[in-house]
């Protein structure tokens, strides 16, 4: 079965400090991304990438950084943490070479900033 | 900008009934719109997707409309269930490359 995988469900960081998203996928895919969801907002995207060490920005990406060294990896970078970066953050993934190929989501991060 | 409208308010409706949620999206023409379900504390999962060519798609009891003139999507569940209930998202094609843009999404809750 297909597989997004967040390293962490929960996570509390200080305001300044270097915070570390981590997402692996299991099928492949060559297309990456990055969302928030806030309430009221509704999943936002940060960043994406098509392929290794791609990555383009999305609506949103002050504040953030991401790195695709592998594949199956695609991490989220806040360099300096701040209040505002509070919120749920969702990785997804799906194929690339397919138009409207379903996104695959993880469970999600519930990032707290204090 | 691209806007992207979906019912704000939760729905409540009794099980058996069929439970229909609107999308309304504005300056853009998606080729395409999905629909994902989500439940508390879990990650967004995908249910169909119609093409702009498609009127109407449908999966079990699962039924889906998009009308490029109104810029409208409706998403229907038949004979609903109370295993229903939860967040539907819509999310029209936001520009190549597979990039989705999502609504805020409707609670739907299905009462015995």
């Known amino acids: 079965d297909v597989k997004v995988t967040q390293s962490s469900r929960y996570l509390v960081k200080r305001t300044g400090e270097k915070v570390f998203l981590e997402c692996v996928q299991d099928m492949d895919h060559e297309n990456m991304f990055w969302y928030r969801q806030d309430p009221g907002l509704g999943l936002r995207l940060i960043y994406f990438s098509y392929d290794v060490k791609m990555k383009e920005k999305g609506d949103i990406p002050e504040g953030y950084s991401v790195s695709r060294e592998k594949k199956e990896r695609f991490s989220l970078i806040l360099e300096s943490a701040s209040t505002n970066q509070t919120s749920m953050y969702l990785c997804a993934s799906n194929l690339g070479d397919r138009d409207g190929s379903p996104l695959h989501f993880g469970n999600g991060t519930r990032l707290t900033v204090t | 900008s691209q806007k992207i409208e979906q019912n704000s308010e939760a729905l409540n409706i009794q099980e058996g009934k069929t439970a229909t949620l609107t999308c309304n999206y504005t300056?853009?023409?998606?080729?395409?719109l999905q629909w994902y379900r989500q439940d508390p504390g879990r990650g967004p999962v995908f249910l169909l997707l119609?093409?702009?060519?498609?009127k109407e798609k449908r999966k079990e009891r699962l039924k889906v409309t998009f009308d490029t003139t109104l810029k409208q999507s409706l998403f229907h569940i038949t004979a609903s269930q109370p295993a229903d209930s939860a967040t539907y998202l819509c999310?029209?094609?936001?520009?190549?490359?597979?990039?989705?843009?999502f609504g805020t999404g409707t609670q739907l809750k299905v009462e015995l």
């Open positions: 999310a029209p094609e936001g520009g190549g490359g597979n990039k989705l843009t």
């Open positions: 300056n853009y023409s998606p080729a395409y």
């Open positions: 119609i093409r702009e060519n498609e």
